[in-house]
């Protein structure tokens, strides 16, 4: 049973994993959609009410009912680096490579719909409320009257994307910034606008987690910090990344949270008040891990190698028996 | 409960389900994501362990939490009506509308993550196995080879793609064709090609289910019918549609498929066969209706406002009390 893992030829960090897989001799798989249709091959077959799928990567042949997890890392746009691109070509070839990988037993980190619903973020504060987890006020609007009324009761603020990076190229990530209660809202009829009260924090929280496993490190704020720096991505550089316990009741709340969410992976990021509680900002269900292993030296990547590694679940039981259909 | 129906403005395909739900006097909220941020707008709260949002469209400002169920039929790109639109105001538009939608209660046709996994038509091909309907012996390839074999041992065969419609504006469906079995396969390397086993039918079903209601009706072949006229879309026009039951077997395995796939709503497709088999082609989870509810007199827009109107589940138990998390 082959581990798949679906990502670009630059993800370093996949490189980590890698290494565990080869250690402990399980096959890896490795291959960018953006290589359909070169370099990259796809064949699946539904015959006799049976599905005998393969893919063909850099000279290796793998079958996809021999998969035993299939990991989503950093993918290109399918036939992304085809002769000759096109919107038709990549829309075909997407259909047809994860047509058949979700119709497969092979475990997933993360399932495509549970990454993307995953990244909604009005829908990650939604779900870390009803986990239990402390979320910092927030509000999202398009209504600037709604903003200036949200600024008068939380006059300490952030601003920060509802989405993840601008869709540049190359992505640009767009910080968390203050803003002044007595600033302009009137732009916030233009887009939606996500205002959230400012925790001041005395260390940021990164909180790793594979399957049922808690990986937790803490960067304490310099004290000296300016406070204008709420991003710790853009802050100068200060205390390093340090392993930290998880409190037992978020350890709880944030199981609850990936079980609800359907993620066998996601990467917390927590602020940390003066009183010692971890407040819930975000959770990337496609975070990166290889900083924090590298400062603290958490075993994050052989954790995930771990998680892939593991034997299949047994198929879903047909419904009616192959045999009994009609050829 | 009001019911959100998200579509854009010359969907008279919705107008129909409209008319019943406003006869029953349900509360309706019709509105298009592309109308974001000039006509539809959008505000959420996460306060204190609760979340309250609102939506205004067309001067009417109705509850997110209010809502009972949400139709997705055929939205716009959010804000692609905007003033200034842009890749970056539709993906904060997008996640903003979506993410808190996602978060309410209400039921959905379809939910999105459900929609985009039953787009897949080899997903579909292996559920339909699965659930014991007769699929066509089909083969998705980019192996030359691998589609030579398959049209030795399938001579008389169709070709067809694998995802939907050509994605040019306007989009164009492309049509079913015939294949000859000695056709020429090396251009199968270039793009991902669907091979099926043509079924010489008799007549052709379409088979909508509405959460537990299936209706089905049975369109005959004109006796005289080119062969090569194999898509029912592209065919002359001959016998009307007319309604047909259901084998028990058939509807056994459709309900099956819909409660696998997670959809409330699908449209099946079909061909019968001389001995009067029902081959799965597809199930469209997006599929028209009014054309054949003008022809059959079904009622099936009726029973997709019956389906929307009904009251909405109970909430999900929250883990632990709002009231014990810290603000």
């Known amino acids: 049973m082959t581990v798949l893992i679906l990502t670009c030829e630059e993800d370093v960090t996949a490189d980590m994993v890698v290494v565990h897989l080869n250690g402990s001799g399980v096959p890896v798989v490795r291959l960018d959609p953006a290589d359909l249709t070169d370099g990259v091959s796809l064949s699946g077959e539904f015959v006799h ?5 393969h893919l063909s990567a850099g000279g290796r042949l793998v079958s996809v009912n021999g998969l035993r997890s299939v990991w989503v890392r950093r993918p290109g746009t399918p036939a992304g680096r085809a002769a000759r691109p096109s919107a038709w070509l990549t829309e075909e070839s997407s259909q ?5 990988l979700r119709g497969c037993d092979a475990r997933w980190m993360n399932h495509p719909d549970a990454a ?5 973020k009005p829908w990650q504060l939604r779900l870390a409320q009803r986990c239990g987890l402390p979320v910092p006020a ?6 600037p009257r709604a903003a200036r009324e949200f600024a008068e009761r939380f006059p300490d603020l952030v601003v920060k994307p509802v989405s993840g ?13 203050r803003v002044a209660p007595d600033a302009d809202f009137s732009a916030v009829a233009f887009g939606p606008t996500l205002l959230q009260r400012r925790i001041a924090k005395r260390a940021d929280i990164r909180l790793t987690v594979v399957g049922e496993r808690l990986l937790a490190a803490r960067k304490m704020a310099a004290p000296d910090a300016d406070p204008q720096e709420v991003d710790v991505r853009f802050a100068a550089p200060g205390a390093p990344w340090e392993p930290v316990e998880v409190p037992p009741r978020t350890a709880d709340a944030v199981r609850t949270y990936m079980r609800r969410a359907e993620l066998a992976y996601g990467a917390f990021d927590f602020a940390e008040d003066a009183d010692g509680t971890w407040w819930f900002l975000e959770c990337n269900q496609s975070g990166q891990f290889g ?3 590298v400062e603290t030296g958490q075993p994050i990547a052989r954790t995930i190698a771990e998680w892939l590694a593991r034997p299949v679940p047994a198929a879903t039981p047909e419904v009616s028996g192959a045999s009994s259909t009609p050829r």
């Open 49 to 53: 009410g049976c599905f005998r799928g």
């Open 96 to 100: 047809a490579l994860y047509g058949m």
């Open 116 to 120: 993307r619903q995953a990244r909604h």
């Open 138 to 143: 927030t509000v999202i609007t398009t209504f």
């Open 165 to 177: 990076a601008h869709p540049q190229d190359p992505p640009r990530a767009v910080p968390t910034s």
């Open 291 to 293: 900083f924090v292993e």
